[in-house]
């Protein structure tokens, strides 16, 4: 049974990748802050052993480790999805040092701790897919409009960590998909979003199903388009 690792299960674009997977027969390990208050992800047990809800915490250090101990066998996808925006107000002037570092550990740091702890179980199985939930405002070459400083310096983190982990991966076969999924309907995509979190989904998982070497390390739309760096 094809088994995935998703962080941020508990709402939006990660509760929807455990709802369409559960109903495709996968294992699905969901992990998130606070299992006791995740109603939404405890609805989704089909009730035979294929969810299973994890606490984990992206901002502590240690929480790879500790949620390593409680995921056992095989990750076909390992799915670095928790992320936050940051600070309300990250304008040039209002920068704030504790939540910018806050932001830079949640965004970037968790997922390469999640790698490190995660790779030889991902190295395993069938599929062999890490991937990474980045944003397109982590493109330096796409930023014109300046502003954002926590977000778009975590996102660019990530896609530097994500390339890396393309090249130091790759003798195990990982392959390491790195996504903007667009602008979704979501608490942090806002009701303007011009995808709904089941397109986004969808559009990941397709590109999930035909990874392969040649897309390992790239960065992706969800659409399937390349995005500059």
């Given at each position: 049974?094809?088994?995935?690792?998703i962080t941020?299960?508990?709402?939006?674009i990660?509760l929807?990748?455990?709802?369409?997977?559960?109903?495709?027969g996968?294992?699905v390990?969901?992990?998130?802050?606070?299992p006791?208050?995740?109603?939404?992800l405890?609805?989704?047990?089909?009730?035979?052993?294929?969810?299973?809800?994890?606490?984990?915490d992206?901002?502590?250090?240690?929480?790879?480790?500790?949620?390593?101990?409680?995921v056992?066998g095989p990750?076909?996808?390992?799915?670095?999805?928790?992320?936050?925006f940051?600070p309300?107000?990250?304008?040039?002037?209002?920068?704030?040092?504790?939540?910018?570092?806050?932001?830079?550990?949640v965004?970037?740091?968790?997922?390469?701790?999640?790698a490190?702890?995660?790779?030889?179980?991902?190295?395993?199985?069938?599929?062999?897919?890490?991937?990474?939930?980045?944003?397109?405002?982590?493109?330096?070459?796409?930023?014109?409009?300046?502003?954002?400083?926590?977000?778009?310096?975590?996102?660019?983190a990530?896609?530097?960590?994500g390339?890396?982990?393309s090249v130091d991966?790759k003798p195990?076969?990982?392959?390491t998909?790195?996504?903007?999924?667009?602008?979704?309907?979501?608490?942090?995509?806002?009701?303007?979003?011009?995808?709904?979190?089941?397109e986004?989904?969808?559009?990941?998982?397709?590109?999930?199903?035909?990874?392969?070497?040649?897309?390992?390390?790239?960065?992706f739309?969800?659409?399937?388009?390349?995005?500059?760096?």
């Open positions: 049974m094809p088994h995935m690792l941020g299960a508990n709402r939006g990660g929807e990748h455990t709802r369409v997977l559960l109903s495709r996968w294992h390990s969901a992990a998130c802050r606070n006791d208050k995740a109603s939404d405890k609805a989704l047990d089909p009730g035979d052993g294929r969810l299973k809800i994890l606490a984990y992206a901002g502590k250090a240690g929480a790879a480790d500790a949620l390593k101990a409680e056992s990750i076909d996808i390992l799915f670095a999805n928790a992320g936050v940051g309300n107000d990250q304008s040039f002037g209002n920068s704030d040092f504790d939540a910018i570092t806050r932001t830079l550990q965004n970037a740091i968790a997922p390469l701790k999640l490190e702890a995660f790779a030889d179980q991902v190295a395993k199985s069938q599929l062999k897919v890490m991937a990474l939930q980045s944003s397109r405002m982590g493109s330096i070459a796409d930023n014109t409009s300046g502003g954002y400083y926590a977000y778009r310096a975590s996102k660019a990530l896609n530097a960590i390339r890396s982990l991966l195990k076969g990982i392959i998909l790195i996504f903007h999924p667009g602008w979704v309907k979501t608490d942090m995509g806002g009701a303007g979003g011009t995808l709904t979190v089941n986004c989904v969808e559009g990941q998982l397709d590109l999930i199903a035909r990874a392969n070497p040649a897309m390992n390390g790239r960065f739309h969800v659409s399937g388009e390349d995005l500059d760096w």
